[in-house]
């Protein structure tokens, strides 16, 4: 069969994305999970718990909103806030229907919830791990079952809930992520 160039580049690029996919979906190794209970609160947000409302009433008027994906019949959508502070950048991706479709009874709830700046007591973990901290403090905080690829710590509990956390080249952590489960 014969292949034409422009083909087979496109090809290539589909193998390489779905598989850079993939990799970025991959759950970690049992050995590699972490132990105890999970993380569930970042910038005193709770995945899946906290009412919209109560974080913008805690953060203020964001200062972006887009819809991700529309809601339908088959579907929630999806919402991502932008707060926009001196020292730190606050994102909360939600999911959304008009009616009450989550365990919360919530028609609205944070999934995902990232800190990015230098400002520790907004962008803090539940268990106290703050932007501006070194990233050793990561391993008293967390244990040492955890996934290390450079400057990029990935912490992931048995539920799926993932915590990823990223340092600069000072060894100071400048940006956290919160992933409730699947």
């Not at 970042?42 to 964001?62: D, E, F, R, S």
């Not at 819809?67 to 959304?96: I, N």
Request: include cysteine; proline fraction near 4%.
């Amino acid at each position: 069969m014969k292949c034409s160039f422009p083909l087979t580049i496109a090809l290539v690029i589909i193998l390489g994305v779905s598989s850079t996919t993939t990799t970025l979906a991959d759950h970690l190794p049992g050995a590699k999970l972490a132990r105890g209970k999970e993380e569930v609160v970042l910038a005193g947000v709770q995945v899946y718990k906290t009412p919209i409302t109560k974080i913008v009433q805690k953060l203020g008027k964001p200062s972006e909103e887009r819809e991700l994906s529309a809601e339908t019949r088959d579907a929630v959508g999806e919402r991502l806030y932008v707060w926009k502070k001196k020292s730190v950048t606050v994102q909360v991706q939600t999911m959304f229907s008009d009616k009450p479709t989550f365990k919360s009874g919530l028609r609205e709830t944070p999934s995902y919830v990232t800190v990015d700046g230098t400002d520790g007591e907004l962008g803090r973990t539940g268990r106290g791990l703050r932007l501006g901290d070194p990233y050793r403090t990561i391993a008293q905080v967390y244990g040492n079952r955890y996934v290390r690829k450079g400057r990029h710590i990935t912490i992931q509990w048995e539920t799926t809930t993932t915590l990823k956390v990223a340092w600069n080249e000072r060894g100071v952590i400048n940006h956290i992520e919160l992933l409730g489960p699947e």
